[in-house]
């Protein structure tokens, strides 16, 4: 029985309570889930910027959202958040901002992305792989980056001129990287390990093509 077989593979995904009770069950999603912090924390130290606050990293929340439902994604991004912010590479003080701009929105973007796709397209191997991995990943990291932009303009930390020349002219360079790396890593767990991926129902999206 693979990893994910109590849930069904995208009914569950509104009911949180469902994946709750898979990771106390299943001692293998609870390794899958720890290795994946540790990978985004080693991830996310990989970083450019010129500015406080203004730096460009890869986010992996598509590969998470993807792989554990917008739910366990969510906390696995918060808990690195925070791990990151203890290790002094985030603010104390820029914390929730980081929590809502660099975790939450990009995980409920590339779920909502991931729900057009089903609801609007037929179920196919690579619809899955180049919207939902490969384009959800870009406009994920996209809007992310913007709203985390809006935020410092609106607040008054920084002037837009700086803001966009710092660093928002330099996202469409990233959201290109962003969405190879998400989708390359999806396109490897869909062929050799699909029970890995809560979203991805091998029979509808393989077998029964």
Request: hydrophobic share 55%; proline share 4%.
């Amino acid at each position: 029985m693979g990893l994910w077989d109590y849930l069904c593979p995208v009914a569950d995904l509104d009911y949180p309570a469902f994946a709750w009770t898979v990771i106390w069950r299943e001692r293998g999603i609870q390794h899958l889930l720890f290795g994946s912090m540790v990978v985004l924390v080693l991830l996310w130290q990989l970083r450019a910027g010129v500015s406080d606050y203004l730096t460009i990293y890869f986010l992996g929340l598509t590969t998470l959202t993807l792989m554990f439902g917008w739910d366990l994604a969510i906390l696995a991004g918060s808990v690195v958040m925070l791990v990151m912010t203890l290790l002094g590479v985030e603010t104390w003080s820029m914390l929730p901002v980081n929590l809502i701009c660099g975790v939450v929105i990009p995980a409920l973007v590339s779920y909502g992305i991931l729900r057009w796709v089903e609801a609007k397209l037929p179920k196919n191997f690579f619809v899955y792989m180049f919207l939902c991995a490969f384009a959800g990943a870009a406009v994920a990291v996209g809007v992310s980056g913007m709203s985390m932009a809006l935020v410092l303009w609106l607040d008054g930390i920084y002037p837009w001129s700086k803001i966009y020349h710092d660093y928002a002219m330099y996202l469409p360079l990233i959201m290109m990287p962003e969405g190879l790396i998400n989708g390359i890593i999806m396109t490897g767990m869909m062929v050799f390990h699909p029970d890995w991926i809560r979203t991805f129902d091998a029979k509808a999206y393989i077998d029964d093509q």
